[in-house]
């Protein structure tokens, strides 16, 4: 059966259940999900076949919320055999319909689990003598090429794995969809991840140097330790960080920021109008949603890129609720934002938002 099988974290199988399902139905995509709770990856099983690539194409992976990898399956097993995996894959691939297209590149993946971890060195190995069969075989282009589609061999365990595609203007560009960041010693909390995270993955680069420019004015609420402030500084912003705790002395050293003791609710903008205002303070979804749209509605500030906290149940329904209010708020003003939501890979129970203005006048 064919399906769309989407990468998610560990824990978040049912939430991306519940978005592919809303989704897809938007689309008029029949079909069901399918997940074993942990598992790191939920199949969407299509009722019809033919819709394989019409699911795959009707939403780039930046559109989606829990997703970290959309991939089209148009085939399965269940019985590798320990010897000649190669072999038996291509067998299968010939008793396939594989879509008609060229594949300029070629990844083996699997879940994002500990049970996958023990499958991370073999999958490693296989690209190598994979790769050179398919390519062989014609499957495959003889070098690689990024901007075409991608063949992606997703092991669950030694004995099963599942054959699809991608497109690289729908999917994420990172094996296993997660891209690993650094942490920079200098940063004073591990949160800092989070904001590079959506600075390097959320934004285009157009949007990233409209927003992140030497010289701006930011505004962190729920500042410290101060990691999010660090990335605004780092990229030459003057911050205002709001929290009751304190920030780090080296990043007070730095001249750009000052340290405001005050309850993020309440506090009003300094000097007028900031370019980005941040948030990450650990507060009720649906509290933090309508302050941001405050802020942005009331224009104290250009654009915003928040965290909204997850419950234990109902994620998927908290985040489109929460997102639906911002919107509602959003769509009073005459201005245009583009809006994105997206569970990182350095986002735990969180997901991060981000809503830059486009308006002509920015
Ligand atoms: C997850 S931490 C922020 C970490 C920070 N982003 C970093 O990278 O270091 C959440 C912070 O929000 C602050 N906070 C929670 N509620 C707040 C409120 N109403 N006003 C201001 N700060 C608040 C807490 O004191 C805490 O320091």
């Not at 974290?9 to 259940?17: K, L």
Request: charged share 25%; with cysteine.
């Amino acid at each position: 059966m064919n399906s769309i099988l989407a990468y998610c974290r560990p824990g978040y199988e049912n939430d991306t259940a519940n978005e592919l399902t809303s989704l897809y139905s938007e689309r008029g995509i029949y079909g069901y999900p399918d997940f074993i709770p942990k598992q790191g990856f939920t199949k969407f099983q299509l009722y019809e076949a033919e819709t394989l690539d019409k699911a795959l194409k009707a939403y780039a992976i930046d559109h989606t919320v829990f997703p970290r990898q959309l991939v089209a399956v148009f085939a399965s097993t269940q019985h590798l055999e320990k010897e000649d995996r190669v072999g038996q894959l291509l067998a299968l691939l010939e008793d396939c319909e594989v879509p008609d297209i060229t594949f300029g590149a070629f990844d083996v993946e699997y879940p994002d689990t500990e049970d996958g971890k023990t499958l991370a060195k073999f999958c490693r190995k296989f690209t190598v003598p994979m790769r050179q069969a398919l390519r062989k075989k014609g499957i495959l282009l003889p070098k690689e090429n990024i901007n075409k589609p991608k063949l992606h061999i997703f092991f669950e365990s030694f004995a099963t794995c599942y054959i699809g595609y991608s497109y690289p203007t729908h999917s994420s560009p990172h094996h296993l969809g997660i891209c690993r960041l650094k942490f920079p010693a200098e940063a004073p909390s591990r949160s800092t991840l989070k904001l590079e995270d959506a600075i390097v993955n959320m934004l285009t680069d157009k949007e990233r140097n409209l927003v992140f420019r030497e010289g701006a004015r930011g505004v962190d609420l729920g500042a410290c330790p101060g990691g999010w402030t660090y990335q605004l500084v780092t990229r030459g912003m003057y911050v205002e960080a709001i929290d009751n705790g304190l920030v780090d002395e080296s990043l007070m050293k730095t001249g750009l920021v000052e340290h405001y003791a005050a309850d993020g609710f309440t506090y009003k903008p300094q000097y007028g109008r900031v370019d980005l205002l941040v948030c990450d303070m650990i507060e009720q979804p649906d509290r933090v949603a309508k302050l941001m749209a405050n802020w942005l509605v009331k224009g104290w500030t250009t654009h915003a890129i928040f965290n909204l906290k997850l419950p234990m149940k109902r994620r998927f329904e908290t985040v489109s609720e929460a997102m639906q209010a911002v919107k509602a708020c959003l769509n009073e003003t005459s201005d245009t934002f583009n809006i994105r939501v997206r569970h990182l890979y350095h986002d735990r129970d969180e997901v991060t938002v981000t809503v830059i203005r486009t308006s002509k006048e920015v």
